[in-house]
């Protein structure tokens, strides 16, 4: 497709459970980042990743929080041993190199119960 | 803690006025940019601002960047119900290029 593509779009779990989260960039996008928006909040910045830099994993609230991203491919966002505050919207973006315009997926609604 | 105000948080308006959204901080960025978010979608980029002082227009919104660059606006001229939204204002620091700092957002409702 043409724009960023997430999966699934929503998905519901319970706590303690293990998730994956999927992001499909823009194609020949160098750039890809995930961000964390609460309900009715802003979006907090997770992680980025450039090219085959190490990632800047500054913004991971925790070590539950892990990303990987294959080459200048798809990207995975997992969260180990799930919280209730870690429902949120995730929403993966892509540009074409760092400091370029960045372009959003419609995100993934994650529900912990 | 959000480096970039924005104020105010909700606004409702009828179709036809105007109306301007504020993005306010202490940090001096290298850009700012604007986006708008529908319900269910991530954001889309409306404009991006590199230069203090610089002014910017789409059709009937107009954005600026303040000269110190700290803060921004976004100005909103006749508005139509289809600017409904959420407004959200980011901002990237000199020393942190990959990081957008996102404020909180304006929720945006025009009525007919």
């Known amino acids: 497709g043409a724009g960023v593509s997430q999966s699934p779009s929503n998905k519901v779990t319970e706590k303690g459970k293990d998730v994956e989260l999927r992001c499909d960039p823009i194609?020949?996008?160098?750039?890809l980042y995930w961000y964390r928006q609460r309900l009715g909040q802003g979006l907090e910045f997770l992680i980025y990743f450039q090219g085959n830099s190490a990632p800047d994993k500054s913004g991971l609230p925790s070590d539950r929080f892990s990303a990987e991203r294959t080459g200048e491919s798809v990207s995975t966002l997992t969260i180990q041993r799930t919280q209730q505050e870690d429902s949120a919207v995730y929403l993966c973006?892509?540009?074409?190199?760092?400091?370029?315009?960045?372009?959003f997926g419609d995100g993934t609604r994650l529900s912990i119960l | 803690t959000q480096l970039l105000e924005q104020s105010p948080q909700f606004l409702s308006i009828q179709e036809g006025e105007n109306l301007t959204v504020y993005c306010n901080s202490s940090s001096v960025f290298s850009s700012l940019q604007w986006y708008r978010q529908e319900p269910g979608e991530g954001p889309v980029l409306l404009v991006t601002?590199?230069?203090?002082?610089e002014v910017k227009k789409l059709k009937r919104l107009t954005f600026q960047f303040g000269d110190a660059r700290k803060d921004s606006s976004l100005h909103i001229t006749a508005a139509q119900t289809g600017d409904t939204g959420l407004y959200l204002c980011?901002?990237?620091?000199?020393?942190?290029?990959?990081?957008?700092?996102f404020g909180a957002g304006t929720q945006v409702v025009v009525t007919p």
């Open positions: 973006a892509s540009s074409l190199g760092v400091g370029q315009p960045q372009h």
């Open positions: 980011a901002g990237t620091l000199f020393d942190s290029w990959g990081k957008l700092q």
């Open positions: 601002v590199v230069t203090g002082g």
């Open positions: 194609s020949g996008h160098t750039a």
